[in-house]
């Protein structure tokens, strides 16, 4: 006969208010994500003109290599924040992955031209985009998880395409705010210093972010293992 866990039982389910607020916190960290990709797929351009040599034909190639890398290392990402999350939590994993995230974006804003550093500005931007990716694979794999822990049995597949929701608005976002900037400020001024901004703008989502998430609460699930 099986008996009843009373860990299991001393625990209740989230409340709706906890819920909301872990929907919010996963769907945010996937916008985070995806804006970076939105921003850097639409500026590859004029990343290529400041960061690689001018009179190189394959300086938008090198930058598309950028691009690659952070999808190349995600795997490994995922080996290392899964188990992460499984010993000290989601809440804790998931403030990690999105500070990381955003920190890396909102450096590669702040990069030196190629003009002033040389070879260091391709080699500091790949660096960059490597960090962005590892704590990615953590980022998609750790919310889904935290969503499918939290959410009630009949309401798990609709909690969990919020995720994606997360997705698309920041992948949407990113290239909307590359585009009304290219189209407001025009070439010279992107080529200039136009093309920072999207990347600084990922530093206060990053806070907004981190903030959602330190008001999350660790999953039933993670609490009862604990215990």
């Known amino acids: 006969m099986a008996s009843a866990n009373p860990s299991s039982a001393a625990i209740p389910p989230p409340s709706d208010a906890v819920l909301r607020r872990a929907i919010g916190a996963s769907a945010i960290g996937n916008a985070v994500e995806w804006f970076d ?33 952070s999808f190349l290392i995600r795997p490994l990402g995922g080996i290392f924040w899964g188990p ?11 403030a990690m992955t999105i500070i990381l995230m955003a920190s890396a974006t909102f450096l590669v804003g702040l990069l030196p031209t ?7 500005a391709p080699i500091l931007l790949y660096i960059l ?13 750790g919310a889904a998880t935290l969503m499918a822990e939290d959410a009630p049995d009949p309401r798990r597949g609709l909690f969990r395409r919020f995720l994606q929701v997360g997705t ?28 920072r901004v999207p990347f600084l703008v990922a530093g206060p989502l990053g806070l907004v972010g981190m903030y959602l998430r330190s008001k999350m609460e660790d999953t ?8």
Do not use: C, H
Request: a negative charge; hydrophobic letters at 45%.
């Open 37 to 69: 990709y939105g921003i850097y797929a639409y500026g590859t351009v004029y990343i290529a003109n400041a960061l690689f040599p001018e009179n190189s034909t394959n300086a938008v190639l090198f930058t598309l290599i950028g691009f690659a890398l």
């Open 114 to 120: 190629y003009a002033s550093i040389g070879i260091a």
């Open 168 to 195: 698309l608005a920041g992948f949407n976002g990113g290239a909307l705010l590359m585009l009304g900037l290219i189209t407001t400020l025009g070439d010279d001024t992107m080529n200039s210093w136009g093309w």
């Open 220 to 227: 039933p699930v993670f609490r009862e293992l604990e215990q």
């Open 84 to 94: 992460l999350g499984d010993r000290i939590g989601r809440k804790r994993v998931l």
């Open 129 to 141: 985009r490597i960090i962005q990716g590892f704590s990615t694979g953590g980022e998609y794999g």
